[in-house]
């Protein structure tokens, strides 16, 4: 197979993978902030009931009307939530272990609730069709005010919101797991007459940007859902205005960002809880949509009881996979190469988060290390592509005559070839199979890169943020150049071709160009392979012209390749 169009094949992979991310680049929308993540100091774990407060942009607590409630606080070593007296509403979900980088945001924990908005506003569809909204109920809390343990183990005290209204008891108890993003939400209904009714939980209105980059932060917004398998839908692919319904049963439904993720979920693992969702598209910024409203509906039990996990953090597969549900799957990408995209992400993903704690080294060193890895596994297969390529070059004058030869004979010459391969040792698919095997490998790391939290705001040298382009555009460059070496030194011993030499020249500028705007990691991956590669082209090369065919007595002698 010819290396140069399994180089264009590759390069045709890459664009219809990641073209749609590159197509759309508009400004940022002067909306939203943005935010990104680090570590925080751990702290202990207290309820405390406060006067109301909403949060600014900025991530400063305000003064809001009394009668939005007040704002009871669960802190966590993980996280800190603000549950409202008004609906027993989560109104704030403050991420401690990861922070914002947008101006103005600097060294404060993520938001996820935007300003003005709440999480888990609950209303009750009655058999008559009369919807009940919790979310103007006034709850009482219990405890009230100060000091309430949030700690592991059989001893944890729930958080309890009671509530009546015309004869009517709501009760809603949240149960907290301090070393685990996610609670338990119990609820009990009395007085709203006999027959059962549906639950709406209006899940979200969409997550506070928490990126440097909102507008790219915005392109990952999605509903997704999980019956069988899991199912994503892009906000960007709900109008505004628009209601998209989903058909459940459903273990767990969410909504998701780029590196964040809030979602109810079924308390028993496969058991369907959720019979349906609705997402009604928001305003967008461009082409990227920035809210939706979505709403799970949920069967209440005859005796009017309902129960159901929230989890609120971060789309570390670590932490999802713990919590079972296939919550691990909750940011399904790769688009139709997702069978094969996601699996040897997660491999790929595996061995750097390895590399990074045993080894003890920055992941920038990492994914020099991994690179150099990659490329002394595939030595071998090298080395044989790179035989197969001299034993190619070695029989092409006899191949010339028998196509002359027999270039009427389609058969007869079909024949002769396959002779002349099976003489001479020759396989004219051995050079495609090591060339393949990297590819895989490299398109799962641009999703690495653009879906893992881990490299999330990571420096290395002059590189601010791994996962981020370089803004000095230095790696690209290097990559660029470190492809047109490989490409010249592979060119020594190789018969003088306009249309190679061409290819030597185009690829590395076309995929300096390609690859200016993708994640840095990824270029200091493909630099340090290739620069890697060099000395085994160079050998091979050498090879390729000392063993080149011969004429003796004017007759083509072709001089077999010894392994």
């Known amino acids: 197979m010819d290396k140069r169009n399994l180089l264009i094949a590759f390069v045709l992979m890459m664009i219809v993978a990641l073209g749609p991310s590159l197509i759309w680049p508009t400004k940022r929308p002067a909306g939203r902030p943005a935010v990104q993540t680090a570590d925080s100091t751990v702290r202990p774990s207290v309820v405390e009931s406060t006067a109301a407060v909403s949060v600014r942009p900025s991530g400063r607590p305000a003064v809001v009307p009394s009668d939005t409630g007040r704002t009871v606080w669960v802190t966590s070593p993980l996280y800190r939530f603000g549950f409202s007296t008004h609906g027993a509403r989560l109104v704030s979900a403050e991420l401690l272990q990861y922070r914002s980088f947008a101006p103005g945001d600097s060294a404060k924990p993520v938001q996820l609730v935007p300003p003005g908005d709440a999480f888990l506003r609950h209303r009750l569809v009655l058999p008559s069709g009369d919807t009940v909204s919790l979310a103007d109920w006034d709850f009482q809390p219990s405890p009230d005010a100060s000091g309430i343990v949030v700690s592991a183990g059989q001893g944890a005290k729930p958080l309890r919101f009671d509530a009546e209204r015309r004869g009517s008891h709501v009760t809603l108890e949240y149960r907290f797991v301090p070393d685990e993003y996610r609670f338990d939400v119990h609820g009990s209904v009395t007085g709203l007459g006999s027959g059962g009714a549906v639950l709406l939980i209006d899940l979200s209105d969409g997550l506070r940007s928490a990126e440097k980059d909102s507008l790219d932060d915005y392109r990952h917004y999605a509903v997704v859902t999980k019956a069988s398998k899991t199912e994503r839908t892009d906000f960007s692919g709900i109008r505004p205005g628009q209601r998209a319904l989903f058909n459940g049963p459903f273990e767990w439904v969410g909504v998701k960002s780029k590196y964040f993720f809030t979602a109810a979920l079924a308390l028993d693992e496969g058991q369907p809880t959720f019979a349906g969702a609705i997402a ?42 713990r919590l079972g549900h296939d919550l691990d799957d909750a940011n ?9 995209i996601q699996p040897v992400s997660q491999i790929v993903l595996t061995v750097l988060l390895w590399m990074h704690e045993r080894l003890n080294l920055a992941y920038g060193w990492v994914l020099i290390l991994f690179g150099i890895v990659v490329r002394i596994l595939l030595w071998p297969l090298n080395q044989k592509a790179m035989e197969s390529g001299i034993r190619m070059q070695a029989v092409a004058p006899l191949m010339k005559e028998i196509q002359d030869k027999y270039k009427n004979e389609p058969e007869r010459l079909q024949r002769e070839t396959l002779r002349l391969y099976k003489e001479h040792g020759v396989n004219p698919f051995g050079g495609c199979l090591p060339m393949l095997l990297p590819m895989p490998v490299l398109l799962a790391l641009f999703f690495v890169f653009a879906n893992t939290i881990a490299f999330r705001g990571v420096p290395f040298l002059w590189l601010p943020d791994l996962s981020l382009r370089d803004p000095l555009k230095i790696i690209p460059i290097l990559m660029g150049l470190s492809m047109f070496a490989l490409s010249k030194v592979g060119q020594i011993g190789v018969p003088p071709n306009p249309q190679t030499k061409m290819m030597v020249y185009f690829m590395p500028v076309f995929m300096t160009v390609l690859f200016l705007n993708f994640a840095s990691g990824l270029n200091l991956y493909y630099a340090a392979q290739n620069l890697f590669s060099i000395p085994q082209q160079y050998l091979i090369a050498k090879r390729r012209q000392r063993e080149a065919p011969v004429t003796a007595g004017g007759t083509r002698v072709v001089t077999p390749v010894k392994t």
């Open 280 to 321: 009604v598209g928001g305003p967008r910024s461009g082409r990227a949509a920035t809210r939706a409203t979505v709403s799970i509906t949920m069967p209440v039990q005859p005796a009017g009881t309902f129960r159901y996990q929230v989890f609120t953090g971060p789309l570390d597969s670590r932490h999802l996979s």
């Open 332 to 340: 399904p990408y790769g688009g139709i190469f997702r069978p094969i």
